[in-house]
């Protein structure tokens, strides 16, 4: 793993026999490039475990050498797919993670100064707008803060 951060390859093409595990579990360390994984055999718990270490396509058997080119576009297709799957699935997260702590701060509101639910959310964002902040930063502001002053 050292060796491939020092070397910094776009790509990595690995051709073994049959791919033991450790091979797997390194791979999955070096998931920031596609990787080709070529093998004379591997079993479907093999497939699947080298898909879930990153590997971005697999050629079992013998590779002619014709094929290489497209592979290796294939496996840089696939990386590029997967890294943008990898993206939204992180936005989708924090954006949930947001909407929840809105939500939280809103109740707050509602709670403590006896707002319905739009005019709590209409107070959210000015103060928002008023601090220069995020929605998501005032909200944690004021659940800490209720946290905080609120009896246990």
């Given at each position: 793993?050292?060796?491939?951060?020092?070397?910094?390859?776009?790509?990595?093409?690995?051709?073994?026999?049959?791919?033991?595990?450790?091979?797997?579990a390194?791979?999955?360390?070096?998931?920031?490039?596609?990787?080709?994984?070529?093998?004379?055999?591997m079993?479907?718990?093999?497939?699947?475990?080298?898909?879930?270490?990153?590997?971005?396509s697999?050629?079992?058997?013998?590779?002619?050498?014709?094929?290489?080119?497209?592979?290796l576009?294939?496996?840089?297709?696939?990386?590029?797919?997967?890294?943008?799957?990898?993206?939204?699935?992180?936005?989708?997260?924090?954006?949930?993670?947001?909407?929840?702590?809105?939500?939280?701060?809103?109740?707050?509101?509602?709670?403590?100064?006896?707002?319905?639910?739009?005019?709590?959310f209409?107070?959210?964002?000015?103060?928002?707008?008023?601090?220069?902040?995020?929605?998501?930063?005032?909200?944690?502001?004021?659940?800490?803060?209720?946290?905080?002053l609120?009896?246990?």
């Amino acid at each position: 793993p050292a060796a491939l951060e020092r070397l910094a390859p776009e790509l990595l093409l690995v051709d073994c026999n049959q791919p033991p595990p450790a091979l797997l579990a390194q791979l999955a360390v070096a998931q920031r490039r596609p990787v080709l994984l070529v093998a004379e055999q591997m079993a479907p718990e093999q497939m699947r475990a080298a898909l879930q270490a990153g590997v971005s396509s697999m050629q079992l058997a013998g590779l002619p050498p014709q094929r290489l080119g497209a592979l290796l576009q294939l496996a840089l297709v696939r990386f590029e797919h997967d890294q943008n799957l990898q993206r939204d699935l992180r936005q989708t997260q924090t954006q949930l993670a947001e909407r929840k702590l809105v939500e939280r701060a809103r109740g707050i509101l509602m709670r403590e100064q006896g707002l319905d639910e739009e005019t709590a959310f209409q107070r959210l964002r000015q103060l928002a707008m008023d601090g220069g902040q995020t929605l998501a930063t005032v909200a944690t502001r004021l659940i800490d803060a209720d946290h905080l002053l609120r009896p246990r």
